[in-house]
């Protein structure tokens, strides 16, 4: 459980780590995973924090700023879906200045799931994020979106159409 914590603050920091530049590198990525997305035409993907996610920022911008992830938990052990994704997103408060939050439980195209939204403060910088737990054939996966609060509805549509077409190979 610990490493399934350690990789979930891996990607809810959003520090500023380098993207790949190897273009050849993000595809061989993209194609290893067990699932499909599709971005819109202004996204592109960068590798960071060892996955892909995805901004419509330009290459000269700090991605980190605006970015879709979604990754699939390697969990050892067995585990209930529902107690393992309200326990990572409680988890968060341990790790994030969280100003603001809901989490609830919803049916959508994915199935169950547990959509935890927040607002946080990094860095001086306020980040509101909508997260999603959800599960298929047993394997538990994350996706967030995260934007500075300033640019969050501007590019939440976009967000959205990513998470309502992920798919599984």
Known sequence: MKKILLQLLLVITLSSCGSTKNNSEVQDWIKSQNFTIVKPNTWRPVKHHGYVGYTPLNKESKYYNNLVSIFQFKLKEKSNFKEF???????????????????????????????HSYESIHNGMNYKHYTVYFENNEDFYFYTYSSLKEDYEKYFKEAMSILNSVGFK
Do not use: D, F, P, W
Request: glycine share 4%.
């Open 85 to 115: 994704s309200m326990k990572s997103a409680k988890e968060v408060r341990k790790y994030k200045k969280v100003s603001s939050e809901e989490i609830l439980e919803e049916q959508n195209n994915l199935g169950n799931t547990l959509v």
